[in-house]
């Protein structure tokens, strides 16, 4: 599922990833909190940002090597 949202989310990403383009995003449910799930792609490299989709606050940044 390929989803798009308001500005507050993607300016969480931009502080928690920095560089890159936000190229799928995906709502899940983490114990009952809705959290956003982006892939944020820079060049070859990628960084899965998940954010509390209530608060907007970042849970959690990994890149893929």
């Not at 190229?23 to 983490?30: K, S, V």
């Not at 009952?32 to 944020?40: I, K, L, N, R």
């Amino acid at each position: 599922m390929r989803l798009l949202v308001g500005s507050k989310p993607i300016r969480s990403l931009k502080r928690a990833a920095k560089k890159g383009q936000g190229q799928a995003w995906t709502l899940e449910n983490d114990n009952g909190t809705p959290v956003w799930d982006v892939e944020v792609v820079n060049g070859q490299k990628s960084t899965e940002v998940k954010v509390n989709a209530q608060n907007k606050k970042v849970i959690s940044v990994e890149a893929d090597d």
